[in-house]
């Protein structure tokens, strides 16, 4: 721990040997967090939708963390064939998975659809995910004592999971569905860790959220919108308001690494409101903790996306 006795990035043990997936590791939080990961000698795979940002990711990993072991694949979750492509191709090239961290997300979107025709928050930042971790669970399994990082955020609080209009078709607003999303996100975390604990399977499932932290999450919205004063004040809160991606990303590092975490727990910053800090276990919102709501969503999010978790290991 650092002298304040905080988890910092000097908290985290070595990582070698250790197997990590981020996705959207090409900028802001996932992108930190890779760093700490590949410093420690991890073998971090950024799975990105852009090859040109996640070239120049692992460009400048390379620069900072020089022999770091980094690997760049092309990961789009808004389409389930890329997620089957992106989990196929990984399990051909490598056994194991230590970490997956499902960090990548979009925010408060005008009603647009995923190539699968999901409403795309609840499509790229549950769905995509939900997919990916079911395809990955044959490595996940693989290894001893693996963990699933799936990152929320305090705007769960005023989500509401709408299993019959999970995709606005009756009703949309582009902050409910942020929300929505966010909290499937937890739904997906603490239904995952019930069934891995009812198999018996070492998976560790967890959640996390950053806090207020500056990224370029804020600004995807309005300039898809074109709305330029929306833009100027977004980008105004991310300079005089969030903290540093660099310290946003510690709830996901702490969530990824930290040897007291436990299935089931949420990790977010330690101060007022949970807006920013050092990580520690936090609680989400009491209705996050709907067990009946998170398997209304886990069957929905099976068919939805063609997978089924077999959570029996497979170990040689």
Known sequence: MSPQNHFAAESVPSLVGKRFIVTGANSGIGLDAAHIFASKGARVTLAVRSADKGKRAKEQLLAQHPGADVHVRSLDLASLASVQRFADEYLASEKTLDVLVNNAGVMALPRTLTAD?????????????????????????????????????????????????????????????YAQSKLANLFFTFELDRRARAASAPLVSVACHPGYSATNLQLVGPQMEQNSLVEGVMRFANKFMAQPAAMGCLPTVYAAVASDVEGGDFIGPDGIGEIRGYPRKVKAAARAYDQLGARRLWEASEALCKVAFDLRAVRA
């Open 117 to 177: 025709g999901f409403e795309m928050q609840i499509g790229t930042n549950h769905l995509g995910h939900f997919a990916l971790t079911a395809r990955l669970l044959p490595a996940l399994l693989a290894t001893d004592k693996p963990r699933v990082v799936n990152v929320s955020s305090l705007v769960h609080k005023n989500g509401r999971v709408d299993v019959e209009d999970l995709h606005g078709e009756k009703r949309y607003s582009k902050w409910g569905a």
